[in-house]
């Protein structure tokens, strides 16, 4: 299955603070997922997942 949410283009949130994403507008599904967060292990290839540490800043972009 290859995943096609577009997170190969998002990269540069990277290190950003999680702020940035309330002035974004996504096409596909978003799930932003903090430490401790319990999220369901499905595989969703339109989905993209945001991981956010808890400092409050992105520490990966991926599809899922």
Do not use: Y
Request: positive net charge; glycine residues 8%.
């Amino acid at each position: 299955m290859v995943a096609s949410c577009g997170a190969e283009d998002l990269q540069s949130l990277i290190g950003q603070p999680k702020a940035v994403l309330d002035a974004m507008r996504f096409s596909q599904r978003v799930r932003v997922i903090t430490p401790g967060m319990a999220v369901t292990m499905d595989f969703a290839p339109n989905r993209l997942n945001v991981h956010v540490s808890d400092a409050g800043i992105i520490t990966a972009v991926r599809c899922g």
